[in-house]
């Protein structure tokens, strides 16, 4: 691929009308038109009777490694015929939800939800957290670009557990932390015995700027994308099959409410486009790990239990590269082999209720509505209701509701952390 200079994110809000018969495929053709770049994101964030918003984010001067990203297969896959039951677990990041909105908080989940099957895919703010990584053996990780494609029926994947990772530096990391980020990234080389092709800096300070838009989440600025691609693509040519980011990313003042609990994720949006970015320009999983700068002092003895792990070390790389051991391989085309996964082996998609309005959520509720549940208790701050929609959902009340107690008792979960708000372990005295 030939990296082009000046390539740029663009963000729009793109308003149509509430159709009386709601087809994702006619709705998407709609939405296409009206974007003029390559689409790396696209998400429903308001609704009412008369109209739908959607935002979506798009690269200009870029082709990415899926030629017409987030079209929709034309008909449904042939499927091997295999008895697999695959789970899949997504929570949007950036977007304030109650259960895996803050850090690694909805790691239990995974983990509980992983029980029944033969794995669960999720992506990688569910279970990333910071220092702390407690994975499944059966789970596959899944970027939110990739995850897209997956539930579209664009790629199939094979599960894995030997990935070879390539880490990229944002220039803008000074000396002294990149030190220590390299100390992290040799740990977790002894550590977890985790494959590494080696690490790349970027030619260029990435320049990133997170911000919290009139909808309420959390998106960004980012410059230099060209220089992010380029090093991706030198990672992959000398053999990485999954992509960690490090970052330099300032801390926001906003990020009060986070630390409490209760706010929005600020760095979460922008973290989302450099990862799908990445992830569109290589074809492999990706995942970002923030150096967090101009952090204010916070007040640990009011530091929620959701948002914790953030504030345990300076770093992020551990989670991270503890998650991308479990990223799959990527396969294009239909030359379904009896290992491949689809779309077609999904059994459940669990998604918070508020936030179900990606095109693959889209996708999969018009060919299997039974197959998407809406948790009514997970609710974000997207001003969606499902009852603006021409279309049915599974809903249930809460993520408990789906679980077998008795298989949670066993795992070694305790139902009290599926709890919100979650509270405090008490002082004996």
């Known amino acids: 691929m030939n990296i082009k200079l000046g390539i740029n994110i663009r963000e729009l809000f793109i308003e149509i009308k509430n159709p009386s018969v709601f087809l994702w495929t006619e709705i998407f053709q709609e939405i296409r038109q009206k974007i003029q770049g390559y689409l790396i994101k696209l998400s429903l964030v308001h609704t009412s009777c008369e109209k739908l918003v959607f935002y979506a984010v798009y690269l200009q001067e870029f082709e990415g490694c899926i030629k017409n990203s987030f079209v929709p ?10 008895s697999i039951f695959v789970n899949c677990l997504i929570i949007p990041t950036g977007i304030g939800a109650t259960y895996g909105g803050y850090a690694g908080d909805a790691n239990p989940l995974a983990r509980a939800l992983s029980i029944n099957c033969d794995y669960l895919l999720t992506h990688p703010n569910v279970v ?13 990780y899944l970027e939110g670009f990739l995850l897209e494609q997956f539930l579209l029926g664009v790629i199939s994947i ?7 990772i390539g880490v990229i530096f944002d220039k803008a990391i000074s000396k002294k932390r990149l030190e220590y ?17 080696g690490w790349t800096l970027t030619k260029e300070p990435l320049d990133i700027m997170p911000v919290i838009n009139e909808y309420g989440f959390s998106t960004g600025r980012v410059n230099h994308l060209d ?19 490090c970052s330099c990313i300032p801390d926001l003042k906003f990020n009060k409410e986070y630390v409490s609990g209760v706010g929005v994720d600020p760095i979460g949006g922008i973290e989302a486009l450099l990862s799908h970015t990445v992830s569109a320009a290589t074809g492999l999983v990706s995942a970002n790990a923030p150096v ?18 953030e504030y345990i070390a300076d770093t992020f790389l551990p989670a991270v590269i503890s998650g991308l051991r479990y990223a799959p391989e990527i396969i294009y085309g239909d030359h379904l082999l009896e290992n491949h996964l689809t779309f ?19 996708y999969m509720n018009e060919l299997y509505p039974a197959k998407v ?8 701050c997207l001003s969606v209701d499902p009852l603006h929609i021409n279309s049915k959902f599974f809903i249930a009340d809460s993520y408990l509701k789906v679980l077998d107690m008795n298989d949670l008792k066993q795992s070694g979960i305790t139902p009290n952390v599926l709890n919100r708000p979650l509270k405090k372990i008490i002082e004996i005295n």
Request: with cysteine.
């Open 181 to 197: 980020e390299l100390n992290v990234l040799n740990a977790t080389y002894a550590f977890y015995g985790a494959d590494f092709v």
């Open 73 to 82: 297969i034309s008909k449904q896959s042939s499927s091997c015929e295999k």
């Open 158 to 164: 094979i599960p894995r557990k030997n990935n070879r």
């Open 227 to 245: 220089s992010l691609i380029e090093s991706a693509l030198r990672l992959k040519n000398k053999g990485a099959t999954a992509i960690a980011i």
């Open 292 to 309: 967090l700068t101009d952090c204010e002092e916070v007040d640990i003895s009011k530091i929620n239990p959701v948002s914790a792990s």
């Open 344 to 362: 077609n082996d999904l059994k459940k998609i669990f998604i918070p209720y508020n936030s179900f309005g990606s095109p693959g959520v889209m």
């Open 128 to 140: 990333n957290g910071a220092v702390l990584s407690d994975l499944p053996k059966n789970i596959i």
């Open 373 to 380: 549940c809406l948790v009514r208790e997970n609710k974000t």
